[in-house]
C-alpha cells in the first residue's frame, strides 16, 4: 500500500488549485479551447468592417451619375457615368472593381438627372432590392443650383432627407456599403467658363442660376450671392460627413470631389458645368482609390 507523504499531498493540492484557477478563467471570458477571445456565442460583438471588393453596386444620385451632357447635348449619356457605366474611357468604378465582364450584370443605375435630397430616398429603396454590396451616393448640386439662391434646400431639410435616405436602407439591405461622394464645388466650375464668350451665352439658358447668372458680374450682390452659394454647398458637405460618420458601413469621401480642381476639358463641351468623359473619369479614380483603402479618407 503506497502511503502519501505531505509533500505529495500539498502538490497535488498545489496543481488541484491551478486547474480549477483555469477552468474558472474560461468560463468568466467564455472562451473554451476552440475559441478566440473574439468568437463565440458570448464574446463582443464585432463591428462590421468595410468590405474593399464588393461584388455588386448600386448608384442613385442627379445628372452627374447619368452622365448627363456627357455625350450629346441635353441627353443622359448612362454608359459614361463614373459610377456603372462600360466605356472603358472612363473605366467606372464597377469595370474597375468587378471588371468588364461582370459589371453589366452585377450594377444598377438608379440617378435621375434633376434629382434633390428629396428624391434620394425612393431611389435607395430601389437599390436596395437588389441587396447590392455596395451604394454610390452622389447628390446635392441640384439642391444648391436652383433659379435664386433663396430658393437653396435649407441644411436642415437635406439633413433630414439624408437620414431619412439612409435608415430606409439600412432597415432594406442592412449589409450595403455606402460611399457618399461630397457636392463638387460649383463655384469652382463657374470660375472655369466665365471668361468664355460662348460659355456665358450657354449658361443663360438657365444652368445653376444661382450660381451661374451673370457670370463676369462683380457688384457686390453678384459676388455675394456665389459666396452665398458655395457656403451653402460646403455646410451640405458637412451634413453628408456627420451623417454617414453614424453608420459603421458608410464611408464619406472625406472631400475629395469637392476639392479636385476640375479643369475646363473635363466639363461638358455643351454646357461647360457637367463632367465630360474626362471628368467622369477623374470621379471614377476618385471614388475606386477611396473605396478600396483599407482605411476611410480623413
Request: charged letters at 20%; aromatic letters at 6%.
Amino acid at each position: 500500500m503506497r502511503t502519501t507523504t505531505p509533500y505529495r499531498r500539498a502538490r497535488r493540492s498545489l496543481v488541484g488549485a491551478v486547474a480549477a484557477a483555469a477552468v474558472l478563467a474560461g468560463t468568466v471570458t467564455g472562451c473554451s479551447s476552440g475559441e478566440s477571445s473574439s468568437g463565440g456565442e458570448r464574446g463582443a460583438q464585432a463591428a462590421p468592417r468595410w468590405n474593399t471588393a464588393p461584388t455588386s453596386i448600386a448608384a442613385v444620385g442627379d445628372s452627374i451619375t447619368r452622365g448627363f451632357d456627357a455625350c450629346s447635348v441635353l441627353a443622359d449619356c448612362p454608359e459614361v457615368s463614373w459610377a456603372t457605366g462600360d466605356d472603358p474611357e472612363v473605366d467606372s468604378l464597377a469595370t474597375r472593381l468587378l471588371g468588364a465582364a461582370e459589371a453589366p450584370s452585377h450594377s444598377w443605375n438608379y440617378a435621375v438627372t434633376g434629382s434633390r435630397m428629396a428624391d434620394l430616398p425612393a431611389q435607395l429603396a430601389s437599390a436596395a432590392e437588389h441587396k447590392p454590396d455596395l451604394v454610390t451616393v452622389m447628390v446635392g448640386s441640384n439642391d444648391a443650383c436652383r433659379p435664386l439662391a433663396s430658393s437653396m434646400t435649407p441644411v436642415a431639410d437635406f439633413r433630414a432627407g439624408f437620414e431619412q435616405a439612409l435608415a430606409g436602407l439600412r432597415a432594406a439591405s442592412p449589409r450595403s456599403q455606402v460611399y457618399v461622394s461630397s457636392v463638387p464645388d460649383l463655384q469652382r466650375l463657374w470660375e472655369q467658363g466665365k471668361d468664355s464668350p460662348m460659355v456665358r451665352q450657354i449658361w443663360k439658358l438657365g444652368i445653376c442660376q444661382s450660381m451661374l447668372a451673370d457670370p463676369l458680374s462683380a457688384i457686390a450682390g453678384s459676388a455675394a450671392r456665389r459666396e452665398q452659394v458655395r457656403a451653402r454647398v460646403v455646410e451640405y458637405n458637412e451634413v453628408l460627413r456627420e451623417v454617414c460618420a453614424k453608420d459603421e458601413l458608410c464611408r464619406y469621401d472625406g472631400g475629395a470631389v469637392f476639392q479636385y480642381p476640375f479643369a475646363a476639358d473635363q466639363l461638358s463641351r455643351w454646357d461647360w458645368f457637367h463632367p465630360g468623359k474626362d471628368g467622369q473619369a477623374r470621379l471614377a479614380e476618385l471614388a475606386h482609390r477611396q473605396v478600396t483603402s483599407v482605411r476611410p479618407p480623413r
